[in-house]
């Protein structure tokens, strides 16, 4: 079971992490990733890490502003969010695979809820 959290309200330029726990011991044998969905838009990849945080790849849209991270002592993955824009704006999920470097949503086999992210300009 995966639980996301930390979305909110923040302005244009502003900052937010996302942290996504994680229930069950195999954590640390799950490559972790983080998807967006806009309203009206299809999910799209934003981040992924692999199994041992060594490995991390971003698409285009975030490179240079987020930053994907994860403690497998807690169980859970991080998503540090810096000059965020309104184009940011989305539900965000969390998700687990079992492929390092994946980024397409068929390539994840479990799935959180969704926290919101919303920039204003």
């Known amino acids: 079971q995966l639980q996301a959290s930390g979305g909110g309200l923040v302005q244009a330029g502003g900052s937010l992490r996302l942290s996504c726990a994680a229930s069950g011991r195999l954590f640390s044998t799950y490559c972790m990733g983080w998807f967006r969905q806009a309203p009206g838009k299809e999910r799209e990849f934003v981040a992924t890490?692999?199994?041992?945080?060594?490995?991390?790849y971003y698409a285009d849209s975030v490179k240079g502003r987020f930053t994907i991270s994860r403690d497998n002592a807690k169980n859970t993955v991080y998503l540090q969010m810096n000059s965020l824009k309104p184009e940011d704006t989305a539900a965000y999920y969390c998700?687990?695979?079992?492929?390092?470097?994946?980024?397409?949503?068929?390539?994840?086999?479990?799935w959180g809820q969704g926290t919101q992210v919303t920039v204003s300009s």
């Open positions: 890490v692999s199994w041992t945080g060594t490995d991390t």
């Open positions: 998700a687990a695979s079992s492929r390092r470097g994946a980024s397409k949503e068929y390539e994840y086999d479990y």
